[in-house]
């Protein structure tokens, strides 16, 4: 009678943290390497569950090209400045309340009552402008090392809409404190935006939400900036970096300059 073959042995489950094929200079990869030495405890127990150890590594262990400097964290830093104003915001939302009534009102409270309020509505403010000045250096960055190209085109035109949505933040926000200052600035943002070419007018009302800049507006206004705006930035922002693991950074133009040279050394030499 012909032998049947014999089926693999089945293998049980892997326990937490658990060796196998001998891991330790196997010449695995370093992120390999990490996510096996994550260990039993906690993070063990969700990894087996999730795999989320081997993604994290992969994108935290992940190779950048030769001559990656400190230019290449102004991304992450306006990625850090924009959780610290999400933070910082979930806070401020604790005391606010968006009526002409008793925004001002809501806003001075947290400000000289409220523990930290001060503080935190400090942080809020003045991250607002951090983050401008660095998701602008770090457009800079973006360009002058030519990482726009392709097969970056995407990023960069995901990029440009986060910029504009971070300037929306920054405007809708303004009005919130309903103080002088902030109403008028805002009729003025306005008035500008309704003299824009076709859309403009239309943009304008749909903004001020009425005939004049008042309740309804500072409702429409508080809608946007701590809902439809940050929702779309998180969107965002996940897309960008997806194609940012999925791309690669690009190298420094003068690395990229050099290699044809070096190339034609070796030609030379061979
Ligand atoms: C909320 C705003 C933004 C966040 C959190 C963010 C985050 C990041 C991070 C973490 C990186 C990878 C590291 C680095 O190169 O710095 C990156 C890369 C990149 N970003 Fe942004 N970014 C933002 C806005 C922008 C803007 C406004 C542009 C341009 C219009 C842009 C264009 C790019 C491009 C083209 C890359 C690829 C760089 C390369 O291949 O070397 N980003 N971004």
Redesign the pocket.
């Known amino acids: 009678m012909p032998k049947l073959p014999v089926p693999a042995p089945l293998r049980r489950p892997g326990k937490p943290g658990e060796r196998r094929n001998g891991s330790n200079g196997d010449g695995a990869s370093p992120a390999a390497e990490a996510a096996k030495d994550i260990g039993g405890g906690v993070a063990g127990w969700v990894d087996e569950r999730t795999g989320a150890t081997g993604f994290l590594t992969g994108m935290l262990y992940r190779k950048v090209p030769k001559g990656t400097n400190w230019?290449?964290?102004?991304?992450?830093a306006?990625?850090f400045a924009?959780t610290v104003q999400a933070i910082t915001g979930v806070f401020l939302a604790m005391y606010y309340t968006p009526s002409p009534t008793e925004a001002y009102e809501s806003v001075t409270h947290l400000t000289n009552d409220v523990w930290m309020g001060e503080f935190v509505r400090g942080m809020h403010k003045w991250g607002a402008t951090v983050?401008i000045v660095l998701?602008?250096l770090?457009?800079g960055?973006?360009?002058f090392?030519g990482?726009?190209k392709y097969p970056?085109e995407l990023?960069?035109?995901?990029?440009?809409v986060?910029?504009i949505?971070?300037l929306v933040m920054g405007l809708t926000g303004y009005l919130l404190p309903f103080d002088q200052r902030s109403y008028w600035a805002t009729v003025v943002a306005n008035n500008i935006t309704a003299s824009g070419p076709v859309v403009g007018p239309y943009l304008a009302d749909f903004l001020r939400a009425g005939p004049e800049v008042g309740a309804t507006t500072i409702q429409r206004f508080y809608a946007i900036h701590m809902l439809l705006v940050p929702g779309l930035?998180v969107a965002?922002?996940g897309a960008?970096?997806y194609?940012?693991v999925k791309?690669?950074?690009?190298a420094p133009p003068w690395l990229k300059a050099a290699r044809p040279k070096t190339a034609a050394k070796k030609t030379e030499v061979g």
Do not use: D, E, K, Q
Request: charge should be positive; aromatic fraction near 20%.
């Open positions: 230019f290449y964290t102004l991304g992450s306006t990625l924009f983050m998701i602008f770090h457009m960055r973006t360009f090392f990482a726009y970056r990023n960069w035109v995901i990029g440009v986060l910029l949505l971070t930035i965002l922002i960008h970096l194609l940012v791309l690669g950074t690009t």
